[in-house]
């Protein structure tokens, strides 16, 4: 049960990310490629630990949900997954606007 909620989970992040990355590069649409490259890998780097981690913690809290409640595995993972997706879509969300920011502050600096 632990996996398939963590795979779940990181796919879900993961096309969740892949959306956001292609609305990044239109917002990022005018800026050089160096201003806007740290941009880019800050948000590659967020979507990759938001997945991991939030796929990870997923398993952990559907285990725990399971165990302490009268849910069995099957709502307890549909629980732990939609709410930790909808958790790393904030995530993900704010993760795209400190890019914009961090692509403006380095077209500033120059």
């Known amino acids: 049960m632990r996996i398939i909620v963590f795979i779940l989970t990181a796919l879900v992040q ?7 990355f292609l609305m990044l590069l239109l917002g990022l649409n ?3 490629e160096s201003d806007a490259t740290p941009s880019l890998i800050f948000f590659i780097a967020l979507s990759v630990v938001c997945a991991l981690g939030l796929g990870g913690a997923a398993a952990y809290t559907a285990k725990r949900i ?3 409640k009268s849910l069995g595995g099957v709502a307890a993972s549909a629980i732990a997954v939609l709410c930790f997706s909808v958790l790393g879509g904030v995530i993900l969300v704010g993760g795209f606007f400190a890019a914009l920011v961090i692509a403006t502050i380095m077209h500033e600096w120059k």
């Open 30 to 32: 005018g800026f050089s």
């Open 66 to 68: 399971a165990e302490k």
């Open 14 to 20: 993961s096309a969740v990310a892949v959306v956001i």
